[in-house]
T-cell receptor, first 114, second 110 residues
């Protein structure tokens, strides 16, 4: 596709359940980022993938959060034992290595934990 | 830390000019981004400054001073559709990520 895609667009889950969010970056973009955005707030960095290098996981808020990326393509963000404070929009972005063209964001997944 | 500071809210009049300021920590800094985010939508890229000075792109311009840890986004000939949040984000070489500010919510009045 032409842009970054994410699925699902909306996810409602019960507290304690696990969820998996998917991101398909732009083809050729070696860098991939996950962010969390709570209502009315800025973007909170979660994790960064660059090619085959070890990911930068320094933004993950707890060990309930994990992410994987297959080569330079699809990435999945998994949240285990969801809590109500996990409710937010989860944004994925991809970019070229040199970032000069900025990051291209997907439409996000709106997660609601009830 | 790598704090990014920008005003929370600003209001301006249609047709006027507005400047949104951003300050960041300079240690390890290697570039400054500006993004526009309309309510309920994903951010879209506006500009990327690496060198000092002003870069103009249509009605929008972005300025960077690396020594001062300061940037601004200048919006000219404001239109109602410019009502949005404007996010300042800094890239750092020591960490493989881009740090975002909380955003400036800009409201345009007729």
């Amino acid at each position: 596709g032409a842009g970054v895609s994410q699925s699902p667009s909306n996810k409602v889950t019960e507290k304690g359940k696990d969820v998996e969010l998917r991101c398909d970056p732009i083809s050729g973009h070696t860098a991939l980022y996950w962010y969390r955005q709570r209502l009315g707030q800025g973007l909170e960095f979660l994790i960064y993938f660059q090619g085959n290098s070890a990911p930068d996981k320094s933004g993950l808020p707890s060990d309930r959060f994990s992410a994987e990326r297959t080569g330079e393509s699809v990435s999945t963000l998994t949240i285990q034992r969801t809590q109500q404070e996990d409710s937010a929009v989860y944004l994925c972005a991809s970019s070229l290595l040199d970032r000069t063209g900025g990051q291209y964001f997907g439409p996000g997944t709106r997660l609601t934990v009830t | 830390g790598q704090n990014i500071d920008q005003p929370t809210e600003m209001t301006a009049t249609e047709g006027a000019i507005v400047q949104i300021n951003c300050t960041y920590q300079t240690s390890g800094f290697n570039g400054l981004f500006w993004y526009q985010q309309h309510a309920g939508e994903a951010p879209t890229f506006l500009s990327y400054n690496v060198l000092d000075g002003l870069e103009e792109k249509g009605r929008f311009s972005s300025f960077l001073s690396r020594s001062k840890g300061y940037s601004y986004l200048l919006l000219k000939e404001l239109q109602m559709k410019d009502s949005a949040s404007y996010l300042c984000a800094a890239g750092y070489s020591s960490a493989s990520k881009i740090i975002f500010g909380s955003g400036t919510r800009l409201s345009i009045r007729p």
